[in-house]
């Protein structure tokens, strides 16, 4: 769905729709759209400032590999976004400059106006966890033969992962 600046002259943008998985490309995150991206909200135009103001909600649940086990891992998505773009070249500067507030928050459009799926995109990727488990008390693989150790511990003994230190070691070993 388009958010045309034109349209939002003379009138605020009302959005209710729901996109299927597939729809919105997560740009290969190893990501998985699993149930329909609901979202409903408004868009305007604020002023003469040829500012786009983009409020509503989202409810989506996405799946990824769980970083410590590579099982699939569920991330039901219920947020709310409250976002301002300008047109692309108003407010930037070369130099450095301190940054108000409220400035952290505001983004950049080029053209007449901008797609509500790079809006959705977006604020998708900024819903999810750093880090993608399937619950807190996952115990990862196995480093040394794989098996997933949350079905029970594999009984292989774990080598130090770096013996750079090796050599310091044994001299301290030897001053005792």
């Given amino acids: 769905m388009f958010l045309s600046v ?8 009302r959005f209710e729709t729901a996109y299927r998985p597939g729809e919105i490309d997560f740009d290969d995150q190893q990501l998985w759209q699993a149930t329909p ?7 305007e135009l604020l002023g003469a400032t040829e500012e786009i103001r983009v409020r509503g909600r989202m409810r989506v649940r996405m799946e990824a590999e769980c970083d410590r086990c590579l ?9 709310g976004f409250d ?3 300008r047109p692309e070249g108003t407010g930037i500067r070369s ?11 505001v983004d950049y459009y080029s053209g007449d106006g901008l797609e509500l799926e790079d809006v959705l995109r977006e604020q998708v990727l900024l819903a999810l966890p750093m880090q993608r488990v399937c619950r807190e008390d996952c115990k990862g693989i196995c480093p040394v033969c794989g ?10 003994a774990t080598k130090p992962a770096d013996d750079r230190w090796a050599a310091l070691k044994d001299l301290q070993e030897r001053r005792v």
Avoid: H
């Fill in 95 to 105: 130099d450095e400059v301190e940054l108000e507030p409220g400035e952290t928050e």
């Fill in 147 to 156: 098996k997933d150790r949350n079905g029970g511990e594999c009984g292989c």
């Fill in 71 to 79: 099982e699939l891992a569920s991330f039901p998505i219920d947020a």
């Fill in 83 to 85: 976002l301002f773009y």
């Fill in 37 to 43: 991206l609901e979202v409903n909200g408004v868009a």
């Fill in 6 to 13: 034109r349209v939002m002259e003379l009138r605020e943008l």
